[in-house]
């Protein structure tokens, strides 16, 4: 049987632009993605046209998260959250008092008697 953690997985863009870890800056992102669109663009291979243009699809997603830094910074949650996931912890606990639980009959007696 499968363990259910590998199906928790997410897309790794940063592996997509060759990039090594995720605290590329812009310049560096940018720069990846224009070598790999040269590399792969399906006009330079026509033998193998439909494997350049599924990397070029690929690497067309992994840009268009990494480039917008708003969808970087989900991006780069959610990927925290499942290794986090993975290592066997949960989300970070909720920030605050823990509710106290009043019991009935202290609630059913009138205030000022």
């Not at 499968?2 to 990039?19: E, S, W």
């Not at 006009?43 to 070029?56: F, G, L, Q, S, V």
């Not at 990494?66 to 970070?92: E, I």
Request: no cysteine; hydrophobic share 30%.
């Amino acid at each position: 049987p499968r363990d259910p953690r590998d199906a928790m997985d997410i897309v790794n863009y940063y592996a997509d632009l060759g990039l090594e870890d995720d605290h590329a800056d812009e310049a560096t992102i940018k720069k990846a993605y224009r070598k790999l669109v040269l590399k792969w663009h399906p006009d330079k291979h026509p033998e193998n046209r439909d494997e350049a243009e599924t990397r070029i699809r690929k690497i067309n997603n992994a840009y268009e998260v990494l480039s917008n830094p708003t969808k970087r910074q989900t991006y780069d949650d959610q990927r925290r959250a499942v290794k986090r996931k993975k290592q066997g912890f949960g989300p970070p606990p909720p920030s605050g008092a823990p509710r106290m639980r009043i019991p009935k009959e202290f609630m059913m007696m009138p205030i000022g008697f």
